[in-house]
């Protein structure tokens, strides 16, 4: 069985001729995530099958994403303690002039679709999978009016997938939820929530605090956690983003308790007793703004070594900006032409489990390299690469490690060791699988048996 066909074994599309037709689209897809349609699929007729797949109303793009949801849930019942990284990005088709059902986005002028992900992902950082994906489009461009309720307001969607995600994630696992400013909302730190879940949130408001619910002064946030002595600084290594490029940070840290207090307009809510973390960069390399981190937690913070592993926790959030690129660049999702806004929902839930395969491979390579790429590639896949690397036509008896055949498919993509990026990323395995697919394919021709 593929991993695509485990990964799917309980989708149902209200037919098992259409679940059958699914894991075949993800298994071309997923083999060449970077061609295009026409490209990747294997004969004419599978050209065919997946755009009448995408156009077939009884196809709910939600059970998709639902079936690979399961599977995630059981990778992380395996850990303590795991990630959910929330994050809003955009798929812009504004040349696709003829596509139906898209509104604006952020760009006034620009049409496309919005989609908030919520990827969860291990302490170590290795991606687990998406735990939920909301897709819509805009009427129209929203007023900046603030008095809104926030079931009325966009933001909302932080709160309700809060809600989904507390609901699947198993009891004895503790959840962490990952936002960056965007999800500074004080609703979502009144919210009630199950008692492993957790916020680690960067924020953008300076809200009023109290040191103490019992005293009447009130301290702007950001002057508050300033008053508090430097605790201690250790060297976080920072991933590459298109506005830097990748270092080592030295970053000082402080770190208190203290009680947010509900806006004005909110004065319904209580009190709310969390941690806080500054962490700064003193010294950047030239031309390199600093890093200025303010996270806001529920996470108790008694010690330098606990406010530590919050801002590495933090610095993970980086996984679901590099999911949302591999979708985008690397499936190439905006390139898609489909005349409806409810096609391209389809293959964005279709996508996401190519998306997620590849930045798993990349980390997973990276958090445990040893490990046998037995039962990751196919016998067909892992020997073939090997001898094309090694320019060889003897296979070795023994499957080699992931971290190695990482490497070999990243060379293939254009990977130089000893570049600038230490570890193989995401763009050149996406690349180098395309060429392994080749390459295997001829493989088989050759050794049939």
């Not at 990630?83 to 006034?108: F, K, M």
């Amino acid at each position: 069985m593929s991993w695509i066909s485990e990964e799917l074994r309980d989708v149902d599309l209200g037919d098992e001729r259409r679940n059958r037709r699914l894991v075949q689209i993800v298994e071309d897809l997923a083999a060449q995530p970077n061609a295009s349609v026409p490209q990747a699929m294997r004969d004419a007729a599978a050209v065919q099958g997946v755009y009448d797949f995408w156009a077939n109303r009884r196809v709910q793009a939600e059970e998709i994403v639902a079936a690979h949801a399961r599977r995630t849930v059981e990778r992380m019942s395996e850990h303590v303690t795991i990630l959910a990284i929330q994050d809003t990005t955009e798929l812009d088709y504004s040349t696709h002039r003829s596509t139906v059902g898209l509104g604006p986005i952020s760009n006034p002028s620009s049409r496309g679709l919005k989609v908030h992900t919520v990827l969860a992902a291990s302490a170590e950082g290795v991606p687990l999978g998406v735990l939920h994906q909301m897709v819509w489009s805009r009427d129209h461009v929203r007023s900046p009016i603030k008095r809104r309720d926030i079931e009325d307001k966009e933001s909302y969607r932080w709160l309700e997938r809060l809600d989904i995600t507390s609901a699947i994630v198993p009891s004895a696992v503790r959840v962490v939820t990952i936002c960056d400013r965007e999800g500074d909302i004080y609703e979502l730190f009144a919210r009630a929530r199950s008692q492993n879940s957790e916020f680690l949130i960067r924020a953008a408001q300076n809200r009023n605090t109290k040191s103490d619910p019992e005293i009447a002064e009130v301290q702007p946030l950001f002057a508050a956690i300033r008053q508090i002595p430097v605790q201690g600084a250790f060297c976080l290594k920072l991933q590459r983003t298109p506005r830097r490029a990748a270092r080592n940070a030295t970053l000082t840290v402080r770190y208190t308790q203290l009680w947010l207090q509900p806006p004005i307009d909110k004065a319904n809510l209580s009190a709310i007793a969390v941690s806080v973390i500054l962490a700064e960069e003193e010294s950047p390399p030239a031309g390199e703004s600093p890093v200025s981190w303010l996270l806001v937690t529920t996470l108790p913070i008694p010690n330098f070594a606990a406010a530590r592993q919050s801002l590495v926790w933090y610095a993970s959030r980086w996984l679901i900006e590099r999911f949302h690129y591999t979708l985008k660049s690397g499936c190439r999702l905006e390139s898609l032409q489909l005349q409806r806004s409810d096609r391209l929902h389809r293959a964005l839930a279709t996508y996401v489990i190519v998306a997620w395969r590849l930045l798993w491979l990349t980390y997973e390579a990276r958090s445990h390299p040893d490990q046998s790429v037995a039962g990751i590639l196919s016998e067909a896949e892992w020997r073939s690469l090997y001898c094309t690397v090694h320019q060889t036509n003897t296979p070795p008896v023994q499957p080699p490690s992931l971290a190695e055949c990482i490497e070999w498919i990243a060379q293939l993509g254009g990977y130089v060791e000893g570049g600038e990026d230490r570890d193989p990323g995401v763009k050149v395995l996406w690349r180098g699988l395309q060429r392994l697919h080749d390459i295997a394919s001829t493989w088989q021709l050759l050794h049939p048996k």
